[in-house]
């Protein structure tokens, strides 16, 4: 029955009659068409036939007597006068055979097997759940590794953004959640990876097990700022859809940077002038209407609990769109480089680090404990410059004298796997902190 449900709206997309229309502009990678702009509307999809290529191009301005069109691959081989033919409004249809599967953002599969699509196609632009009916946070998820389960807790329909510069192990610790987070369905989208990394993360980093529970869409660095900048949208679309049959969804975005590059290079296309930084204004609401996207549902949904990454050049915590993210979502990961050149993965900076569902998401103990360990970690790293010059004299200042004791554990704590949940993370770290109480 679904089948043919499928088939009908497949068919109820064909037209008896093509409107088309005539390119009569080729200039910095768009195109401009007469003969649709009465039909087309922003964000609809037109097809271009040259006489080297059939391709879509995405509508992204009208003019009076003209329309402005980005083509989703190269336009070269296009010349004055080549046929386009309306397409209307970009839609995808999730469902539930898509599990397991890798597709790009138009919902085409890249695994080279054929994919059937699902009853209720949706436009990639969707609402917000009603902010009067959404639940709060929901209860802490158990995601097998000691820092999420204690100091930096994740918790059900909270938005986190991990904020790494290249190199330093943000894909590899997404790779870790997908597999440890205790949710039913994950929905991965890899915007503007490099190809080889797409194959290389659903082989080595996710494997079998977890891939069979996901749903992968991605879109290379060599395609059109077209395609990476729908990977996000068409990721959140995918999990409203399982979102709204009752299902947790882990929706995992790498990265949030190379979505507003593609939006940059869109806008700019379009005639918008720039503003922040090179950055179009219009990004920050279409930024934010995406992260409101995600989140708790309503009474009869499940929820959408993400984790975004986001390049940070040079460590920049200022940048525009590491600072816009920041402030939007509920709590930010920070990894370190230096970090990492010593050789302790995830290369999380715990004190520049927050998790907004503190301190609600744990018990007046464990609040007591994080609070420990956050101090201590705190003491040592303003007193390291001392302590390696050998200025410090043990005695001299006791609590300095604890956080050296504690230092190499708690640091060790925080790299660790942790399979017993949050509960058995804190017992672990109760061992920790206990003796250096007596």
């Given at each position: 029955?679904?089948?043919?449900?499928?088939?009908?709206?497949?068919?109820?997309?064909?037209?008896?009659?093509?409107?088309?229309?005539?390119?009569?502009?080729?200039?910095?990678?768009?195109?401009?068409?007469?003969?649709?702009?009465?039909?087309?509307?922003?964000?609809?999809?037109?097809?271009?036939?040259?006489?080297?290529?059939?391709?879509?191009?995405?509508?992204?301005?009208?003019?009076?007597?003209?329309?402005?069109?980005?083509?989703?691959?190269?336009?070269?081989?296009?010349?004055?006068?080549?046929?386009?033919?309306?397409?209307?409004?970009?839609?995808?249809?999730?469902?539930?055979?898509?599990?397991?599967?890798?597709?790009?953002?138009?919902?085409?599969?890249?695994?080279?097997?054929?994919?059937?699509?699902?009853?209720?196609?949706?436009?990639?632009?969707?609402?917000?759940?009603?902010?009067?009916?959404?639940?709060?946070?929901?209860?802490?998820?158990?995601?097998?590794?000691?820092?999420?389960?204690?100091?930096?807790?994740?918790?059900?329909?909270?938005?986190?953004?991990?904020?790494?510069?290249?190199?330093?192990?943000?894909?590899?610790?997404?790779?870790?959640?997908?597999?440890?987070?205790?949710?039913?369905?994950?929905?991965?989208?890899?915007?503007?990876?490099?190809?080889?990394?797409?194959?290389?993360?659903?082989?080595?980093?996710?494997?079998?097990?977890?891939?069979?529970?996901?749903?992968?869409?991605?879109?290379?660095?060599?395609?059109?700022?077209?395609?990476?900048?729908?990977?996000?949208?068409?990721?959140?679309?995918?999990?409203?859809?399982?979102?709204?049959?009752?299902?947790?969804?882990?929706?995992?975005?790498?990265?949030?940077?190379?979505?507003?590059?593609?939006?940059?290079?869109?806008?700019?296309?379009?005639?918008?002038?720039?503003?922040?930084?090179?950055?179009?204004?219009?990004?920050?609401?279409?930024?934010?209407?995406?992260?409101?996207?995600?989140?708790?549902?309503?009474?009869?949904?499940?929820?959408?609990?993400?984790?975004?990454?986001?390049?940070?050049?040079?460590?920049?915590?200022?940048?525009?769109?590491?600072?816009l993210v920041r402030g939007t979502l509920d709590g930010h990961i920070v990894l370190d480089r230096q970090i990492a050149e010593r050789g302790r993965y995830?290369?999380?900076?715990?004190?520049?680090?927050?998790?907004?569902?503190?301190?609600?998401?744990?018990?007046?103990?464990?609040?007591?404990?994080?609070?420990?360990?956050?101090?201590?970690?705190?003491?040592?790293?303003?007193?390291?410059?001392?302590?390696?010059?050998?200025?410090?004299?043990?005695?001299?200042?006791?609590?300095?004298?604890?956080?050296?004791?504690?230092?190499?554990?708690?640091?060790?704590?925080?790299?660790?796997?942790?399979?017993?949940?949050?509960?058995?993370?804190?017992?672990?770290?109760?061992?920790?902190?206990?003796?250096?109480?007596?």
């Amino acid at each position: 029955m679904t089948n043919l449900v499928t088939l009908g709206n497949q068919i109820g997309t064909l037209r008896a009659v093509k409107e088309c229309g005539r390119i009569s502009s080729v200039k910095s990678g768009v195109l401009r068409i007469s003969g649709l702009n009465h039909r087309a509307r922003l964000g609809d999809v037109v097809g271009v036939h040259s006489a080297e290529h059939t391709f879509e191009a995405e509508v992204i301005g009208l003019e009076e007597n003209e329309l402005i069109a980005l083509p989703e691959r190269s336009p070269a081989g296009c010349a004055i006068g080549d046929s386009s033919e309306y397409r209307g409004a970009r839609r995808i249809a999730p469902d539930q055979s898509w599990l397991g599967r890798i597709i790009d953002p138009w919902g085409r599969p890249l695994d080279g097997r054929p994919l059937m699509g699902g009853t209720r196609p949706v436009s990639l632009d969707q609402s917000p759940p009603a902010a009067a009916r959404r639940r709060g946070f929901g209860e802490r998820m158990s995601t097998g590794l000691n820092v999420f389960d204690t100091v930096l807790p994740l918790v059900r329909g909270q938005r986190m953004g991990i904020f790494a510069g290249s190199g330093v192990g943000k894909s590899h610790l997404l790779g870790q959640l997908a597999g440890g987070v205790n949710a039913d369905v994950r929905v991965i989208a890899l915007i503007g990876e490099r190809g080889r990394e797409v194959g290389a993360f659903v082989k080595d980093v996710l494997g079998e097990e977890v891939l069979s529970k996901s749903v992968i869409i991605a879109a290379t660095s060599d395609q059109s700022p077209l395609l990476r900048l729908g990977c996000l949208p068409a990721a959140m679309c995918v999990s409203e859809y399982f979102r709204d049959t009752g299902s947790q969804v882990l929706l995992l975005a790498d990265s949030i940077t190379r979505f507003a590059e593609a939006y940059r290079e869109i806008a700019v296309a379009g005639g918008e002038a720039p503003s922040l930084r090179g950055y179009p204004a219009s990004m920050t609401p279409a930024l934010m209407r995406l992260a409101e996207r995600a989140g708790a549902g309503m009474d009869w949904q499940g929820d959408i609990t993400a984790l975004m990454t986001v390049l940070v050049a040079g460590s920049d915590m200022e940048e525009p769109i590491a600072d816009l993210v920041r402030g939007t979502l509920d709590g930010h990961i920070v990894l370190d480089r230096q970090i990492a050149e010593r050789g302790r993965y995830p290369a999380i900076d715990v004190l520049k680090s927050v998790s907004r569902s503190l301190p609600d998401a744990a018990s007046v103990l464990e609040n007591h404990m994080i609070a420990e360990l956050r101090g201590a970690l705190g003491t040592y790293t303003r007193a390291e410059p001392m302590i390696r010059a050998g200025l410090h004299s043990p005695g001299s200042d006791p609590v300095l004298d604890r956080a050296i004791r504690l230092w190499p554990k708690l640091d060790a704590f925080v790299a660790e796997r942790n399979a017993l949940g949050p509960d058995g993370a804190f017992r672990k770290l109760a061992d920790i902190l206990a003796p250096q109480r007596r």
